[in-house]
């Protein structure tokens, strides 16, 4: 089964500094990678995919994740982050299967806080 | 305007009287899936459809029901609601056709808060 590991449960970082967070998935082959914002009392938004090709994808709102097959990983970064970027990230794992199934598997999601 | 559309968006409920939540989306996407949302433990899925009449169970499908009959359609049924089931519940689709056509982004309906006391 596939799984979606997010080590950082709550990170802190002031206004105009970079950020990283980070995505550890395990699936077989490579599958469908998102990452999706939730602000306080909000539904989910898509900041941006990965499904093939180059393995940098840039998203919404200055943000960018880069696909790394060797590691497993789908780390999410933004040079400088803005107090409006407060919200809670969660990375997720799309796999599709021959059978004509997909399961859509989520992590527990990376709370963001930011100082002025 | 391309949308998935939940109700109720708010519901307070007691032990065992049955409820469902609805969800409908505009997009023709073949697709549809129910998550919950609890706190420190993420988005968990509960059921999805790949196309109507065929449904598969998610993670935590232990006390909800769905069904597909029509393509647009795709409610949640507690039978028998408990305190554990209070949650934030989201309903999403992605279009899922032939290759080329699937795995687009995730659409999400604004969730339905549930409590049941």
């Known amino acids: 089964a596939q799984s979606v590991t997010q080590p950082d449960i709550h990170i802190t970082v002031s206004e105009g500094a970079s950020l990283e967070l980070r995505c550890n998935y395990s699936?077989?082959?490579?599958?469908?990678l998102f990452w999706y914002v939730q602000s306080p009392g909000q539904g989910l938004q898509l900041l941006l995919k990965y499904f093939s090709g180059d393995t940098l994808v840039q998203g919404i709102k200055g943000f960018e994740a880069e696909f790394k097959r060797s590691q497993s990983s789908f780390n999410l970064r933004k040079p400088s982050v803005h107090w409006s970027d407060a919200a809670e990230y969660f990375c997720?794992?799309?796999?599709?299967?021959?059978?004509?199934?997909?399961?859509?598997?989520f992590g527990k999601g990376t709370k963001l806080s930011v100082i002025p | 305007e391309a949308q998935v559309t939940q109700n109720p968006r708010y519901l307070i409920t007691v032990t065992g009287k049955k409820l469902t939540v609805t969800c409908s989306q505009n997009?023709?996407?073949?697709?549809m899936s129910w998550y919950r949302q609890d706190p420190g433990l993420g988005l968990r899925q509960i059921y999805y459809?790949?196309?109507?009449?065929?449904?598969d169970k998610g993670d935590v499908p232990e006390g909800y029901k769905v069904s597909r009959k029509e393509k647009r359609n795709f409610p949640l049924i507690l039978e028998s609601p408990s305190p554990n089931q209070t949650s934030l519940y989201f309903c999403a689709s992605i279009p899922w056709g032939p290759s080329g056509t699937r795995g687009g982004e995730l659409f999400f309906g604004e969730g339905s808060r549930l409590t049941v006391l």
């Open positions: 699936y077989g082959a490579t599958p469908y």
């Open positions: 997720a794992v799309g796999s599709p299967s021959g059978a004509g199934s997909y399961q859509l598997t």
């Open positions: 459809s790949m196309n109507v009449e065929v449904t």
């Open positions: 997009m023709n996407h073949e697709y």
